[in-house]
């Protein structure tokens, strides 16, 4: 006889043999989840998943601000400069 270990959210059903489950049990090993418990563990990875994913997203947009913040700096002299708000001596040492 088999047992099946399915989730609601994942369509692989995953199955263990009496034989390997009384091996399990034989070398102390912990009890075999119950469907609830693998519910729970697998919502709890998409949720972790979930929040990596925004707290990336996060800091790639803080990092491209701040990258867009620093060449708008760079970049204004240079238009003054061209503009002719800016003497060339200025820049000669």
Not at 6 to 33: D, E, F
Not at 60 to 87: A, C
């Amino acid at each position: 006889m088999r047992s099946i270990i399915t989730s609601r959210t994942s369509p692989i059903p995953r199955t263990i043999s009496t034989a390997k489950q009384a091996k399990l049990r034989a070398v102390g090993a912990a009890p075999l989840p119950n469907d609830e418990v693998m519910d729970w563990n697998v919502d709890a990875l998409h949720q972790s998943h979930v929040d990596e994913k925004r707290f990336r997203q996060n800091a790639i947009t803080r990092l491209q601000e701040e990258q867009s913040k620093l060449q708008n700096r760079l970049d204004k002299p240079y238009d003054d400069r061209l503009d002719g708000f800016i003497e060339p001596d200025f820049f000669e040492p």
